[in-house]
């Protein structure tokens, strides 16, 4: 009601938001079914979060 709200941000937001939900929920659908490819995923990321946070302090 101030007028401070640029509402299509707000809705390019809020559309992403939903689009990225339902993307989310399809490939969880799909990937879910392969739990060593999930194990094998998470251990990559975590790896690689961690050789960034080593490499960034260095």
């Not at 299509?8 to 392969?34: E, P, R, Y």
């Amino acid at each position: 009601m101030s007028g401070l709200v640029d509402w299509n941000v707000t809705a390019l937001l809020v559309a992403g938001g939903v689009i990225g939900t339902m993307a989310g929920i399809a490939l969880g659908k799909i990937i879910g079914t392969h739990k060593g490819l999930l194990e094998r995923g998470f251990a990559a990321v975590v790896i690689a979060v961690g050789t960034y946070v080593t490499l960034s302090s260095l």
